[in-house]
T-cell receptor, first 111, second 111 residues
Framework: DQQVKQNSPSLSVQEGRISILNCDYTNSMFDYFLWYKKYPAEGPTFLISISSIKDKNEDGRFTVFLNKSAKHLSLHIVPSQPGDSAVYFCAASANFNKFYFGSGTKLNVKP | SQTIHQWPATLVQPVGSPLSLECTVEGTSNPNLYWYRQAAGRGLQLLFYSVGIGQISSEVPQNLSASRPQDRQFILSSKKLLLSDSGFYLC??????????FGPGTRLTVT
């Protein structure tokens, strides 16, 4: 049973526009959420995180929104750049020992 | 600064052969350590995690095993590989209440 889901396997966006990547979770005990970026044949790199006590966290062009009642989080990238093209994973944790990952969304930013 | 090493980068092994993948972390002490697998076109599947020397939690029943002989060393093993063991294996570390940092990964092909 997958506790973290990314229902969009791919997303295509024009350079300069906003990219919105979505993630849903089922476990109400999750209280820490993260986004990772992954290039082919490399390990994921940490992008941004959010604790359940917040509903928004910003870092430069990246903003993560958390809607606890809907068990939904999203990553906004504004403005999108071709270098942002990668696979994005969301992850969630309830105890900081185990992290559950979604299946990823492949973002393609077109020049 | 902290670094994480994984080797080998690529590995081709016949069915039924043994496996040993090694991961070491530098620049931190008593990290949580993780092994993940990414099968082709799939997300990250947590295989094992460890919160201390000799403490291993298994997430998925399979023919793989993990060991942590030293604080910053994590080893993934198998006595007999299956075709279904092919994938991209990732080691990661974290400190308590922190995000995970991933190694470069090992591409395993079982033939």
């Amino acid at each position: 049973d997958q506790q973290v889901k990314q229902n969009s396997p791919s997303l295509s966006v024009q350079e300069g526009r906003i990219s919105i990547l979505n993630c849903d979770y089922t476990n109400s005990m999750f209280d820490y959420f993260l986004w990772y970026k992954k290039y082919p044949a490399e390990g994921p790199t940490f992008l941004i995180s959010i604790s359940s006590i917040k509903d928004k966290n910003e870092d430069g062009r990246f903003t993560v929104f958390l809607n606890k009642s809907a068990k939904h989080l999203s990553l906004h990238i504004v403005p999108s750049q071709p270098g942002d093209s990668a696979v994005y994973f969301c992850a969630a944790s309830a105890n900081f020992n185990k992290f559950y990952f979604g299946s990823g969304t492949k973002l393609n930013v077109k020049p | 600064s902290q670094t994480i090493h994984q080797w080998p980068a690529t590995l081709v092994q016949p069915v039924g052969s043994p496996l040993s993948l090694e991961c070491t972390v530098e620049g931190t002490s008593n990290p949580n350590l993780y092994w993940y697998r990414q099968a082709a076109g799939r997300g990250l599947q947590l295989l094992f995690y460890s919160v201390g020397i000799g403490q291993i939690s298994s997430e998925v029943p399979q023919n793989l095993s993990a060991s942590r002989p030293q604080d910053r060393q994590f080893i993934l093993s198998s006595k007999k590989l299956l075709l279904s063991d092919s994938g991209f294996y990732l080691c990661a570390w974290s400190q308590y209440r922190g995000e995970q940092y991933f190694g470069p990964g090992t591409r395993l092909t079982v033939t």
